[in-house]
């Protein structure tokens, strides 16, 4: 079994006041760096990078996930949801590669206007990078944004990939490389995030039966759920940054840190009792699931809708409710409770 990661080891700033002024203060806490160092040699496009380009890139990208901009794309989104979930009416139903990952799959195709990739994107598994015999592999997902870049140059790459090949950012058009940055954190940034969500909603319905019948009849009651779940499960846990210091240092001779968001979700002082699903917490203390700040996740309406669409149909279909009868996930502890974190696996039937 593999030890933690490299980011894992990091120190971290920790609970909800600390993390949240240090996911604003863009200055001291800089995203100036390379990740997964294991299997990319480019930045992931606006995440790793600061202002001005940050600030740019995403005024270019809110287009594409802004609420009004996904509208036309709820019913598609629906649509695969209901055909998702459906053989739960007859059996079990497995919640990553059954329904989160070909759910996501669809959802970016159509987003990116690039439907004949589903098939490739699908065989990579809930991540990007694979699991090749316990290693990590990026070479497939390279393999695409290289074809994917070349063909926005043509003007045939989609949406994205023709818009990233001719419109100035910042003043210049994006290099090679910088394209390939962005196309990666499209594919990748919101991919097993996403599946961990669905999964998680799934877990915690199974989890706590009680609030079924308040979930079957209120979409606003699902909403408090949602978020919740988001809050709890917290998909993306922890995020590394440079700690350039009060003064602004050199990012490249400064120490990384982890921008603990699992800790400030779960911080007692803010969230009470913080192991336990309450759907009447107050909205004056927002979770930090989807970040804090500049680098607030641009796709957190999209992983919204998603979420949405899959609760909704688990109930049409199961509306008394679901157990789980395979649980393959990593739990962290709040307080002296397991709370799952990521799912590999997830198998439930209805009843």
Avoid at 75 to 98: C, F, N, Q, T
Avoid at 238 to 254: A, C, H, N, T, Y
Avoid at 266 to 287: G, I, K, N, Q, Y
Wanted: glycine share 10%; net charge negative.
């Amino acid at each position: 079994m593999s030890g933690p990661s490299r980011v894992e080891r990091l120190p971290r700033v920790t609970g909800y006041d600390a993390v949240r002024a240090a996911g604003r203060d863009f200055e001291r806490y800089s995203s100036l760096h390379q990740g997964d160092e294991d299997v990319r040699t480019y930045r992931q496009l606006p995440l790793e990078s600061d202002p001005p380009l940050h600030s740019a890139l995403r005024a270019f990208l809110v287009p594409f996930f802004s609420k009004g901009s996904l509208a036309p794309f709820q019913l598609g989104i629906e649509a695969d949801a209901r055909d998702l979930v459906a053989p739960l009416r007859s059996g079990k139903l497995e919640m990553v590669r059954g329904v989160g990952l070909p759910l996501v799959v669809r959802t970016i195709a159509r987003l990116l206007d690039r439907p004949g990739d589903i098939e490739e994107w699908s065989s990579w598994g809930p991540s990007v990078w694979g699991d090749h015999d316990g290693r990590r592999d990026g070479a497939a997902l390279l393999a695409f944004l290289e074809r994917a870049v070349n063909e926005g140059a043509a003007g045939t790459g989609g949406r994205l990939f023709n818009l990233l090949a001719s419109t100035p950012i910042a003043g210049v058009v994006l290099t090679r490389d910088q394209q390939i940055g962005v196309g990666s954190l499209l594919l990748a940034g919101g991919r097993d995030t996403v599946m961990n969500l669905i999964a998680g909603i799934a877990w915690m319905v199974a989890a706590h039966p009680t609030h079924v019948a308040a979930l079957r009849g209120d979409v606003t009651t699902r909403t408090a759920f949602i978020e919740e779940t988001l809050r709890l499960t917290t998909p993306l846990g922890l995020m590394e940054r440079i700690d350039r210091g009060v003064g602004g240092g050199d990012p490249g001779q400064s120490p990384h840190v982890g921008l603990d968001f699992a800790s400030a979700n779960h911080d007692a002082t803010v969230f009470t009792c913080p192991a336990e699903l309450r759907l009447d917490r107050p909205a004056s203390s927002p979770h930090v699931a989807f970040g804090i700040g500049p680098h607030a996740c641009l796709g957190a309406p999209l992983a919204r809708i998603e979420a949405h669409a899959v609760l909704h149909e688990l109930l049409t279909i199961a509306p008394n409710g679901w157990s789980s009868t395979s649980c393959d996930a990593q739990f962290r502890e709040v307080g002296s409770v397991k709370i799952p974190a990521s799912f590999q696996r997830l198998v439930v039937v209805a009843g």
